[in-house]
């Protein structure tokens, strides 16, 4: 069973940087493609950020763009979302998700990790 582990979440101020790690275990990890989610207070879950098999494509919600970036390491079984000059828009809990194709819908899904921005 594939199990998704995030990590790397905290308080920083507006303007900081984090990096959110997720490690995927249960399965091939290069056989699936990834993506980061968020849901802020009293808000939807919504869509991050993906990436595919083998690193590419990438795709990002508009408000991120310039600002994020997702990659993958097939080697370490991970997947990172590196954050730059983040806002307080940005608060949420973001969890990973891993589908077996781009098409699919995602299957599985980490518990999430605490990003908090303040201005």
């Known amino acids: 069973q594939v199990q998704l582990v995030e990590s790397g979440g905290g308080s920083v101020q507006a303007g900081d940087s984090l990096r959110l790690s997720c490690v995927f275990s249960g399965g091939t990890f290069g056989h699936y493609a990834m993506g980061w989610f968020r849901q802020g207070p009293g808000k939807e879950r919504e869509f991050v950020a993906s990436?595919?098999?083998?690193?590419?494509?990438?795709y990002y919600r508009d408000s991120v763009k310039g600002r994020f970036a997702i990659s993958r390491d097939n080697a370490e079984n991970t997947v990172y979302l590196q954050m730059n000059s983040l806002i307080s828009e940005d608060t949420a809990v973001y969890s990973c998700?891993?589908?077996?194709?781009?098409?699919?819908?995602?299957?599985?899904w980490g518990q999430g990790t605490q990003v908090t921005v303040s201005s």
């Open positions: 998700a891993a589908r077996r194709h781009e098409w699919d819908d995602y299957d599985y």
């Open positions: 990436v595919g098999w083998t690193g590419s494509p990438t």
